[in-house]
């Protein structure tokens, strides 16, 4: 069976698109499907490295702010955290004029190789006292949290303001080994 020049041009072009449409199924397309998963991987892993590296950059911070507590008031004894409190407490108070009329340490449960002491402190002062007060607490060297707080007027011009807070300051628990979580 002798195939005309149009038959076997007919039939040459089939053999064309058939092998261009098996290539494209099973070369082109896996291929074009890899390098789209490769692109995705690799946007991925930049971002996980971006990560790591602002992880690596808090830690170091975190270092230098945790060497600082260890050093002004984070302590192995419950009495030395509660006294480094109440000092700082006594010349923060100095310091903005703000006048304490109660400070109360009360312990709380131990969790873990931490505990920690509440202190519930009331006060009074002008505005200037109370927010210079709050911001010596936001900023000190000790180991802080403001745990609740209120403020109200305590004249009707509303000049003197009273304040009730409740702070909280961890110390280590003796023989926990621990030194923190965070390593040098």
């Known amino acids: 069976m002798a195939l005309t020049s149009r038959e076997r041009i007919a039939m040459i072009l ?3 698109a058939i092998a261009l ?3 494209d199924r099973y070369v082109l397309d896996p291929l ?3 390098r789209s998963e490769n692109k995705q991987a690799g946007q991925s892993m930049a971002a996980e490295l971006e990560h790591g590296r602002s992880v690596l950059q808090r830690r170091k911070q975190l270092k230098v702010r945790w060497d600082q507590m260890q050093q002004n008031g984070l302590s192995a004894q419950a009495g030395a955290t509660e006294s ?12 903005t004029g703000l006048l304490l009329t109660a400070i109360q340490p009360e312990y709380a449960q131990i969790k873990a ?4 002491i ?4 009331s006060g009074s002062g002008d505005m200037r006292g109370v927010t210079r007060f709050l911001w010596d607490l936001e900023t000190a060297p000790l180991p802080l949290k403001i745990k609740s707080f209120q403020l109200g007027a305590s004249d009707d011009n509303a000049s003197q303001m009273a304040l009730q807070l409740t702070l909280s300051s961890i110390y280590m628990v003796e023989g926990s080994g621990s030194a923190g979580g965070v390593e040098k």
């Open 14 to 16: 089939a053999i064309i």
């Open 21 to 23: 449409l098996v290539a």
């Open 32 to 34: 074009l499907q890899k």
């Open 84 to 95: 480094a409190v109440l000092r700082f407490l006594q010349e923060s108070s100095k310091e």
């Open 113 to 116: 190789d931490f505990g920690h």
């Open 118 to 121: 509440d202190f519930f402190v």
